[in-house]
């Protein structure tokens, strides 16, 4: 291009930008009218202290209540509405979607004789499943949900598929709309012929074949009686299936009766001989640990003793596997950042423990024992480092990473040679490697095919002083050569809690934001993984504010720093984010532009009275508990709101049928947000039908994705620029 069509271009680019931006302040100036939902007048008292939830009748499913579905529609028209009149939203979905089409592959595993992945080409709504007798060999279809349900208006999602170990089977999940609850079938390999067998009501549960491939272990709750979305879940238990028979001649394997709530779950070590059983109470990280030995793995005693290894709850019990009966463990007993030991599985006392890679100064992730070796994941400031051991605690070297980033697995077999990891960064595409132990070379499994220039941008990682002095890492990506003066649109993303780390990945959807002169930020508050459990304790449940400070001192260090300004900085957060985001817009409207709280935990005293809420009470405390009830109330964001503040420009997005945070959250915030807010900056609600907590396909992800981004660059200062 010469220069002088360089100069019409430019002039043509800064005339259309220039026309956008007038729609855009268009939009945002006409005064948006709200629906003017009725008020109930409910009134909870707490130890003495009487709460008004005036919104209460937004708790049900929309499918029982017309005046929530009238609400909800009239609010979803009022959203589409403000969208229409945003040119850079299509343009947005349309460069989502170029950035994500490109072929995504899963790590292998390899089971009965067959090597099994999922790819998406691209764009397919879901991913399908594949197998192969050899790595190199020729690649059958396993099943293709976009094939099994290509016009199902309930958005049917594959849950999840287990191969059996003698390759004669698979049971595979499938879920309405992404709900939390699934449906497992089975088909016969290699043909995908299926069998009658149906099981029902299974939910945070996994499936364990044994060996003999006549049947699996799995966990289900008892068939709600009301809300099947909304009903509190309890009793949980563990049942094998024979297959070929009903679900209602199914074995009871374990259950505990005395304590409803606990969760427990059953798995089966390599060799398929031992069923470990563990419970948690809700979400804590200590766990009970039990044994079941099958003895021979080919004719499984299903009616075994379970032998108690670590009851108790006392600390995180993680079994790795057993390997000529002595028991490889991953724990946090004694060792906050985690360390692994091994024992006799006949004699499991702790005084018999032997520590074979002891504590470190970095938080232990993941370990398993993959190609005769024990493979350690940790963090190293929120990097992924990954060390090979000799089962006697020799080191046996390391995994180098194409860079700083985060490693998925690595994965694998400890009778098999083949090792598999994944490896992502925020401008690197997630890829599947293949690692070879003896050289330590790395090789793609399926070379990621790249949508935008990565070479334009830099990803830097900076730390930062909360408010109490606690040194917080963060991730910051943008172009090359960016003017560090305030005029910058920045997303702040966050989730902090849970024990999860907020780890430095690949979004498809933020190159997008990139070339909009965006900076894109992700903090490592407390409250998650990055540093072990004590960085987790910090910020759970009385603790809860240091997540808050974090985060809003990620925002003020992103200002101070010139990225941003309080006229460009947004934030966003997803469930426990969600909660994050909107507890910091009310405690600092004046430093944030834009909030985008997602599928969030809204109303901090009613939680864990909806399906697996009460889970969550280990890591935020609960308002039936006088001390739990004072510092809920005074963050929750539903309760905080205050009427004639003048809050950030607010999208929230929820989906109609969430079951594991239900909608009526979001609901309840953005009718009283709506109510209060006192100023002119729209606060809207997207509301995604027949969807659930986080579970979209392809498209519908990338059409909430360019509405949120819309919506974001709309409501910033400037409203971003292409360099």
Known sequence: ???????????????????????????????????????????????????????????????????????????????????????????????????????????????????????????????????????????????????????????????????????????????????????????????????????????????????????????????????????????????????????????????????????????????????????????????????????????????????????????????????????????????????????????????????????????????????????????????????????????????KTPGLGTVSGPSGRFDRAEVFYSFTSPLYPTTVFSFDVASGQSTPFERAKLTFDPTQYETERVFYPSKDGTRVPMFITYRKGLKKDGSNPTMLYGYGGFDIATLPTFRPDVPAWLEHGGVWATANMRGGSEYGEAWHEAGMKEKKQNVFDDFIAAGAYLVKEGYASPGTLGIMGGSNGGLLVGAVMEQRPDLFAVALPAVGVMDMLRYDKFSGGKAWATEYGSSDEPEAFAYLYKYSPLHNVKPGACYPATLVTTADHDDRVVPGHSFKFTATLQAAQGCDRPVLIRIETQGSHGVRTTDSRIAELADEWAFALANMKGGGTRP
């Open 1 to 399: 291009m010469n220069r002088r069509h360089y100069a019409i271009a430019t002039l043509l680019c800064v005339l259309g930008l220039a026309a956008w931006a007038l729609v855009a302040v268009k939009a945002q100036k006409e005064p948006l009218r709200y629906p003017q939902p009725r008020k109930g007048d409910v009134v909870d008292e707490y130890h003495g202290t009487k709460v008004a939830d005036p919104y209460r009748w937004m708790e049900p499913k929309p499918e029982d209540a017309p005046d929530l579905a009238g609400w909800i529609k009239t609010e979803n028209a009022l959203t589409s509405q403000y969208f229409n009149a945003l040119p850079v939203r299509e343009e947005l979905r349309k460069r989502i979607h170029e950035l994500w089409d490109y072929p995504k592959v899963s790590m292998p595993s390899y089971e009965g004789g067959r090597w099994f992945y999922s790819r998406n080409s691209g764009v397919q709504k879901q991913s399908v499943v594949y197998a192969r007798e050899s790595l190199t060999g020729p690649e059958m279809v396993v099943i293709d949900p976009n094939a099994e349900w290509p016009s199902d208006t309930l958005k049917t999602m594959l849950a999840g598929l287990v191969p059996s170990p003698d390759g004669k089977h698979f049971a595979y999940g499938t879920s309405e709309g992404g709900s939390d609850w699934s449906v497992w079938h089975v088909r016969t390999l290699p043909d995908g012929k299926p069998l009658d067998d149906t099981i029902r009501w299974v939910k945070f549960s996994g499936i364990a074949w044994t060996k003999d491939g006549k049947g699996f272990f799995y966990g289900r709750y008892p068939e709600p009686k009301g809300d099947v979305l909304r009903e509190a879940v309890h009793d949980k238990r563990i049942y094998y299936h024979v297959i070929g028979t009903a679900q209602s001649a199914d074995k009871l394997i374990y259950e505990r009766p005395e304590e409803p709530t606990l969760f427990i779950d059953a798995a089966l070590d390599e060799t398929c001989r031992y069923v470990f059983l563990v419970t948690n109470k809700g979400t804590s990280n200590k766990n009970e640990l039990f044994v079941k030995d099958l003895g021979d793995p080919l004719a499984p005693k299903i009616d075994a003793p379970i032998v108690a290894l670590y009851p108790g709850h006392t600390a995180g019990y993680d079994p790795l596997g057993v390997v000529n009966l002595t028991l490889y463990l991953s724990t946090d007993r004694d060792a906050p950042n985690k360390k692994i030991v091994a024992v006799p599985i006949a004699k499991p006392d702790v005084k018999n423990w032997k520590t074979i890679v002891p504590e470190g100064k970095t938080a232990i992730q993941g370990v398993s024992l993959i190609a005769g070796k024990i493979m350690v994941n940790a963090l190293e400031d929120v990097a992924t480092v990954v060390s090979l051991y000799e089962l006697d605690g020799r080191s046996a070297g390391t995994l």
